[in-house]
């Protein structure tokens, strides 16, 4: 019996990704081109790289169902998808592809099996690399690098004097809890 299943991963999947695209709608177009240092992503391409990861995982672990990554092209898969990065794209398409993205992927998360998500996958031999990942930790991991990247996009938003909407949620509901104490306090 598990206690996290496919139904709850593609839902946390959905929640991530409304953040993202909270974040993404909250950066004016013009900062799109903004990179924090010239090694850096752009905003646009950072939010494109984001569209691009659960094709990978969809390839991988839906359409070949690979149970090992042993001469598995990655590069060959990867190599558009990272020139796609590179491609002018406006804030009103980053944002339908991160949309259409969410939708897509959430709904095949939905569809796994917890036998499949139990299944064992070989990984490519490498330091600090098990040799084994099943495919639930391989699938949470959509979620946890989508995260890392939000994360970045967040400092970002500093950098361009934008309060992320996270940080501004908090503020509001502590100056409301501040003032029902006060409103209490003053009975």
Same mark, same amino acid.
């Given at each position: 019996?598990?206690?996290?299943?496919? +139904? #709850?991963?593609?839902?946390?999947?959905?929640?991530?990704?409304?953040?993202?695209?909270?974040?993404?709608? #909250?950066?004016?177009?013009?900062?799109?081109?903004?990179?924090?240092?010239?090694?850096?992503?752009?905003?646009?391409?950072?939010?494109?790289?984001?569209?691009?990861?659960?094709?990978?995982?969809?390839?991988?672990?839906?359409?070949? +169902?690979?149970?090992?990554? @042993?001469?598995?092209?990655?590069?060959?898969?990867?190599?558009?998808?990272?020139?796609?990065?590179?491609?002018?794209?406006? +804030?009103?398409?980053?944002?339908?592809?991160?949309? @259409?993205?969410?939708?897509?992927?959430?709904?095949?998360?939905?569809?796994?099996?917890?036998?499949?998500?139990? @299944?064992?996958?070989?990984?490519?031999?490498?330091?600090?690399?098990?040799?084994?990942?099943?495919?639930?930790?391989?699938?949470?991991?959509?979620?946890?690098?989508?995260?890392?990247?939000?994360?970045?996009?967040?400092?970002?938003?500093?950098?361009?004097?934008?309060?992320?909407?996270?940080?501004?949620?908090?503020?509001?509901?502590?100056?409301?809890?501040?003032?029902?104490?006060?409103?209490?306090?003053?009975?």
């Amino acid at each position: 019996m598990t206690y996290y299943g496919a +139904k #709850d991963l593609a839902s946390a999947f959905r929640t991530v990704r409304d953040n993202t695209i909270e974040i993404a709608q #909250d950066i004016r177009e013009e900062d799109y081109g903004f990179r924090p240092t010239p090694e850096n992503r752009s905003v646009a391409e950072t939010l494109i790289h984001i569209t691009n990861i659960p094709k990978i995982a969809h390839e991988t672990q839906v359409v070949r +169902k690979l149970t090992s990554f @042993e001469g598995f092209d990655f590069m060959g898969f990867v190599a558009p998808l990272m020139a796609l990065e590179k491609q002018p794209h406006t +804030k009103a398409e980053i944002i339908r592809l991160l949309t @259409e993205g969410r939708d897509f992927t959430a709904r095949w998360l939905e569809g796994i099996s917890d036998a499949t998500l139990a @299944e064992h996958v070989r990984q490519v031999p490498a330091p600090n690399n098990p040799p084994f990942k099943t495919r639930f930790e391989m699938l949470l991991g959509l979620k946890e690098h989508e995260m890392h990247h939000r994360a970045q996009l967040m400092v970002v938003e500093r950098m361009l004097g934008v309060v992320p909407h996270l940080t501004r949620r908090r503020q509001e509901m502590m100056a409301r809890m501040q003032a029902q104490a006060q409103q209490a306090g003053n009975r």
